[in-house]
């Protein structure tokens, strides 16, 4: 479990307060798409949980641990993707063979399946990879360390087509029940098929904070011609397809997949919370 209370937070030098007396309970065997605007403090919030920055005010607890003190059997269980990354002029077995040491549960057939998944191999050398290979590579590792709480920051940028499908595969495939992920991202339809709990940040306030089977539960998404809109429309967007909509969902009806797009854009207004 994570635990976040009444956290306050600043950059230095800067008066503005990326968070303020903000709070979030997170359990394990989810995973969390964390969405919000530019500059609403995602990322932020990321590095916070990671223990790498910490709270002016308030604390962090990883399964009842202050993340402030970087315990080293607490680390051990935090793995964190950023958006940007280097990695060092190495073999990629040279690099596991160095790393892994310090994840106590890595597992190395994890590894080669996620490999295989990503069509890549672990004699490669990870200076002459592109940058979106450099990103299967460092979520293949991230998946084996098989740390409770796996962080990642816009992990489908740089993705070709493809490697997006890929990335949902090797995702879908090796997720344990113990552990936490959080994806923060821009490319909502990249991950809408993996979450289990949507996350909408704004200004330091949770906008939205609810589970998908809650959400699917109440609501359909779907779309309509002109002539189908009725009084169970909540929001709707013109599209080439016709109006993307969501609606209320009626008892016994069938569940749609989210539109996280829509969704979110509802959110934002004001029009569902």
Avoid: W
């Avoid at 596991?96 to 310090?102: A, D, H, I, L, R």
């Avoid at 879908?172 to 923060?184: H, K, P, T, Y």
């Avoid at 821009?186 to 306030?205: A, F, G, K, R, T």
């Avoid at 797009?261 to 569902?272: P, S, W």
């Amino acid at each position: 479990m994570i635990e976040v209370n009444n956290i306050t937070f600043s950059y230095p030098g800067t008066r503005r307060n990326i968070f303020r007396d903000f709070s979030l309970t997170l359990n394990k065997n989810n995973i969390y798409g964390l969405l919000g605007k530019n500059g609403t403090g995602k990322s932020t919030l990321l590095y916070l949980l990671s223990g790498m920055l910490r709270a002016n005010r308030g604390e962090i607890k990883i399964n009842g641990v202050d993340a402030r003190i970087r315990r080293p059997d607490v680390m051990s269980e935090i793995f964190m993707v950023p958006e940007e990354f280097d990695l060092p002029p190495v073999s990629l077995d040279t690099y596991v063979k160095t790393n892994s040491k310090f994840y106590p549960r890595f597992n190395n057939e994890v590894l080669a399946n996620c490999l295989k998944d990503f069509e890549l191999s672990l004699s490669i050398n990870l200076n002459e990879l592109s940058m979106g290979q450099k990103k299967k590579v460092f979520m293949s590792f991230a998946l084996a360390a098989g740390t409770s709480l796996l962080l990642m920051d816009e992990p489908t940028n740089g993705l070709d087509i493809p490697s997006k499908s890929q990335f949902r595969r090797v995702m879908a495939n090796n997720m344990s029940d113990d552990r936490i992920l959080i994806i923060s991202t821009h490319q909502v339809h990249d991950v809408e098929s993996l979450l289990d709990h949507i996350l909408i940040l704004s200004e330091s306030n949770m906008m939205l904070n609810a589970s998908t089977s809650e959400i699917c539960k109440n609501y359909r998404f779907e779309f309509r011609s002109p002539s189908e809109m009725d009084n169970s429309v909540i929001y709707a967007e013109p599209t080439l397809q016709g109006n993307a909509v969501i609606a209320g969902r009626e008892a016994g009806s069938p569940e749609t997949q989210i539109n996280l797009e829509l969704l979110f854009n509802a959110v934002v207004k004001g029009i569902i919370r």
